[in-house]
């Protein structure tokens, strides 16, 4: 009798529903199992790890441009932002887009899941929640912060920002750096996930949509309640072309590191579901298995002892 | 399914309706199925180098003409703390400071590079002045500045809420420590007019500022912070107080002064009255003057410029680097899974 196990699944029928009530997962036919392991599981591996380096990389980007900003405000404990923008960003603008990416992200379609098992040794191995990969993504994060603080502070320093002449403030700043963050996180989500449906897009371009009309009403509530972000989009920051300019030159350097790693990682040191994506990409349905050398059938280990011991029959028969 | 001649248009409309609910069943078939109609971009070579070429080639372009307008704003900036101290009292800036009894005027001499178009923006620059400090930005009171003195929670303000027993009206650190110093310059013995209105923003002026309040016993306790004001011109109109009480970001701060309405030829010597009251010496704070043209970009900042030609170029340089790898390697990912096997 199993005593113990990672993830039970029971399967109901009709021996009763006692396995059932006591699994994690349940199915009603044991053919089920292939897809629910193949598929699911390798689904679920890749959202869940993938969700949480993303969430460690969106929280560091942002607490760290606020980490670097009290170096400028003497400690003392000011934030860079408005209250209200800091308690709005994990939950209106940087929550639907890891939505998105935790429960509908697919980065090889079921048909495929199917097709190559091995696919599932990246979770068996623990591929994609190894101890670089997250110590990758939170520097990602840190890398990122540092970045969109100093290019924004050095592009928009004490001069004019606009061309009638006034000069740059608290509250000028604090959009400016947090339009960077907003749009950064929320393009580097646009950059991880493989799958685009129009919910994706939707959540994606419609967190950074919201951040701005978030702006424009917060802004013109009184200014006893906005303080600081009264009316600082429509009349400050939207009219000077300075601020849409560091927003895009912001957003792109941030950016532009995993850009680079990813686009080198693929093309020279692919994972699996790199391959399988490229080869459906290109359709040829030999290239990957001879190029390989892996067998879809059997462990890689198991495939090149067995041919070690045919070479070993082949040699004695001679 | 055959439909019958005879009420066609109820069939229709059942057919219409079945359709709907089927079109509607089908996508939430396929949203329950994760299988909706997707697009699944692969990161190819082609589309590296592509984007990378493409971010390259817009760009150094926008680079380029940031940077050529950053050059095209003329801006003079002339420190003149130090200077403006006289010989005897450089021992003891604060003490100099501080006494009311010196007069504190002092003559600057500003050599115009390049001929300046109209309008010409006058700044004061502090350097070391931490105005987004916490405790400093909190002691103020909105409430106050609308309402005046029938507003009656001024604790945010303590302890410039109140001198002599009176309340004061702007309360708090901020318009306490009001920019005191005044400019007047001189081109040719004739003085240029300076433009004081409309420096402040538009909507701080309107509703952030009672027109119906004014000064009321402001800088009258045993420290004087900075300037006065005039108990006769309501808030809404001391544009000094509303420029001054819009906190900086960083320490190194600018806030405009005024507006000189006219033209400044190339090799002018103007001639700057300055009266240096504001006392930046206690904490090792340094003050500027600025003046400035301003381009459709703002102000003078070859930064992002830079920047922009900077990340351009490295995107051309990685975009030949990656095309250069990728033909020397033609299918360097034969065998090379990058998980142990």
Redesign the interface.
Known sequence: MLQEADIGVGISGVEGMQAVMSSDYAIAQFRFLERLLLVHGHWCYRRISMMICYFFYKNLTFGFTLFWYEA???F???PAYNDWYMSCYNVFFTSLPVIALGV?D?DV??RLCLKYPLLY??GV?N?LFSWPRILGWMSNGVLSAIIIFF?T???I??????????????????VAMYSSVVWAVNCQMALSI??????QHFFIWGSIALWYIFLVVYGSL???FS?TA??VLV??CAP???YW??TL?VV??TL?PY??Y???Q???????HD?I??Q??EGSETEISS????SSEL???VEIKMQHLKANLRQRNQ | MEVEGGNTSANDAVARKISIQSRRAKVFYQFTQ????????????SW?VT?FLL?GVI?IP?GLV?LRTSHSVIEIVERYDTECIPEKFRGNKVSYIKDSTILKNCSLYLKVPKHMKA?I?I?Y?LDNY?Q??????KSRN??QL?HGLKSNDTSSCQPEDSSNGLPSVPCGLIAWSLFNDTFKFIRESSELVVNRKNIA???DRN??FGKQVYPFNFQNGTFIGGGSLDPSVPLSDQEDLIVWM???????????YG?IEEDLDADDVIAVHLMNNYNTYSFGGKKKLVL?T????????D??GV??VF?GS??II?SLV?ML??VK?P???????????
């Not at chain 1, 320093?157 to 604090?174: P, S």
């Not at chain 2, 819009?246 to 405009?256: C, D, I, N, V």
């Open positions: 400028y405000a003497s003392s404990g000011r509908f697919q379609s079921a040794q990246e191995q591929i290019f502070t050095n592009s320093f004490n001069q004019a920002f606009r061309k009638d002449g006034h000069a740059v403030d608290y509250e000028v700043l604090g493989n799958y685009f449906t129009w919910i009184p200014p006893t303080t009264y009316k009349e400050a000077s072309i300075l300019l560091t030159l792109v350097s532009l850009f680079l990813r686009a080198f693929t093309r020279f040191r692919p994972m699996y391959l994506q490229r459906r990409l190029q390989t050398e892996v462990p890689a280990q | 994760q299988n909706l109609p997707a697009c699944k971009p692969v990161l190819t070579p590296i984007t971010m760009f926008i940031t309008p923006y700044y620059q931490y987004n400090h916490r405790r400093y930005v909105d409430q609308l923003w538009k909507s509703h952030k819009r906190t900086a970001a960083l320490p190194s701060f600018r806030k405009m507006r400035s301003s381009s459709w970009l703002g102000g003078k900042n930064f992002l920047a922009y990340v490295s995107s990685i990656f790898l990728h390697n299918s360097s990912f034969a065998g090379r899974l990058s998980f142990p096997l």
